[in-house]
């Protein structure tokens, strides 16, 4: 596959400035062909203004035309965003997933840090809980409230090595789960067959798994398991490339491509990733990540998180 140079980040001291995300994201959204709305934008930025500032904020996009830039702040200490979310009117306080990240959160004397994702038209879409470190898969699907078939696919992941997770997530617009797991490596063929053989998906390409284990740290990686919260059927997986080497990135089409040139990073190390999702019928397309401001590398490495080679 071809290499795309990068034009690498604003380096500098830069502090979160509400004003100028909004034009970041405006300018980035237009960009790609995203949608847009800036009454959404500074909905959010009134009710998590504070977790922005204190934050790591990255941006996220798809390959796939007409998809959201999505945004996310990553906290560095234990807050509720669940009931923020409640008392602006994101979600109703009988919200199945949010009592799950309510839950997940109380684990482990009440450390794991939350953190949320939210769409560039809509607003709130996705809650993360970070769980202080790797974490057995027991403690898991342990927690009170969590659907019984959901909690039956734990053979099935313990089969496959997949038992220390780090971050959980929950999609409140796709009534979806995601599990993260740190996958052992150095990749093979055949873990990656068996980890797509996960949603019934289509193998990877030969060109695309040669890129794939190029990319993929060898001391292991992340990957993440989608389960739909009503039926546990798992919809897809992700395998996740962290923080790239500087200044290059993969063939990742126009789009992409156009994402990681106009998207700022003001960070003073920039991180870039990709990551590969299968889903069942051919559902196969390619996300990216990249740093926005909050030092989002030195909080990586506090998680212990894998790079890519």
Same mark, same amino acid.
């Given at each position: 596959?071809a290499?795309?140079?990068?034009?690498?980040?604003? $380096?500098q001291?830069? !502090?979160?400035?509400?004003e100028?995300?909004?034009?970041?994201l =405006?300018?980035? #959204?237009?960009?790609?062909?995203?949608?847009?709305s800036?009454?959404?934008? =500074?909905?959010?930025?009134?009710?998590?203004g504070d977790?922005?500032?204190a934050?790591?904020?990255l941006?996220?996009?798809?390959?796939?035309?007409g998809d959201?830039?999505?945004?996310?702040? @990553?906290e560095?200490k234990?807050?509720?965003t669940?009931?923020?979310?409640?008392?602006?009117?994101?979600?109703?306080?009988?919200?199945?997933?949010?009592?799950?990240i309510?839950?997940? $959160?109380?684990?482990?004397?009440? !450390?794991?840090e939350?953190s949320?994702?939210?769409?560039?038209? /809509?607003?709130?879409s996705? *809650?993360?809980v970070y769980?202080?470190?790797?974490?057995?898969l027991?403690?898991?699907?342990?927690?009170p409230? +969590?659907?019984?078939?959901?909690?039956?696919?734990?053979?099935?992941?313990? =089969?496959?090595?997949?038992?220390?997770?780090?971050?959980? #997530?929950?999609?409140?617009r796709?009534?979806?789960?995601?599990?993260?797991?740190?996958?052992?490596?150095?990749a /093979?063929?055949e873990?990656? /067959?068996?980890?797509?053989?996960?949603?019934?998906? !289509?193998?990877?390409?030969p060109?695309?798994?040669?890129?794939?284990?190029?990319?993929?740290?060898?001391?292991?990686?992340?990957?993440s %398991?989608?389960?739909?919260?009503d039926?546990?059927?798992?919809?897809? %997986?992700?395998? @996740?490339?962290?923080?790239?080497?500087?200044?290059?990135?993969?063939?990742?089409?126009?789009?992409?491509? !156009?994402?990681?040139?106009? *998207?700022? $990073?003001?960070?003073d190390?920039?991180?870039?990733? %990709?990551?590969?999702?299968?889903g069942?019928?051919?559902?196969t397309?390619?996300? *990216?990540?990249?740093s926005?401001?909050?030092? +989002? %590398?030195?909080l990586?490495?506090?998680?212990k998180?894998?790079?890519s080679s």
């Open positions: 596959m290499w795309t140079k990068l034009h690498g980040s604003h $380096s001291s830069y !502090t979160f400035s509400e100028q995300f909004i034009l970041d =405006k300018k980035t #959204a237009k960009a790609i062909g995203a949608p847009y800036e009454e959404a934008t =500074k909905t959010i930025l009134r009710a998590y977790n922005f500032r934050g790591a904020v941006w996220r996009a798809t390959n796939r035309p959201i830039v999505n945004y996310r702040f @990553y560095r234990p807050f509720d669940v009931t923020i979310a409640v008392q602006n009117g994101f979600l109703k306080p009988d919200n199945h997933l949010a009592q799950l309510t839950h997940w $959160s109380a684990l482990y004397d009440g !450390t794991p939350q949320c994702d939210f769409d560039s038209d /809509t607003g709130l996705k *809650a993360w769980l202080g470190g790797m974490r057995p027991d403690d898991i699907l342990g927690i409230d +969590l659907p019984e078939h959901i909690r039956a696919r734990k053979p099935l992941f313990e =089969k496959l090595g997949l038992n220390l997770v780090r971050h959980i #997530a929950v999609d409140y796709k009534n979806t789960l995601n599990l993260y797991f740190r996958a052992q490596g150095p /093979t063929p873990q990656i /067959t068996e980890f797509t053989d996960l949603a019934g998906a !289509t193998h990877p390409e060109e695309l798994l040669k890129e794939m284990l190029r990319l993929l740290s060898p001391s292991g990686y992340t990957f %398991v989608t389960l739909k919260d039926t546990g059927e798992i919809e897809r %997986v992700g395998f @996740y490339a962290l923080k790239l080497p500087t200044g290059v990135i993969p063939e990742v089409g126009e789009r992409l491509k !156009t994402f990681f040139e106009m *998207a700022p $990073s003001y960070d190390e920039e991180m870039n990733a %990709v990551a590969w999702s299968f069942k019928g051919g559902k397309y390619i996300k *990216a990540e990249r926005y401001c909050g030092h +989002l %590398v030195e990586m490495k506090t998680w998180s894998t790079f």
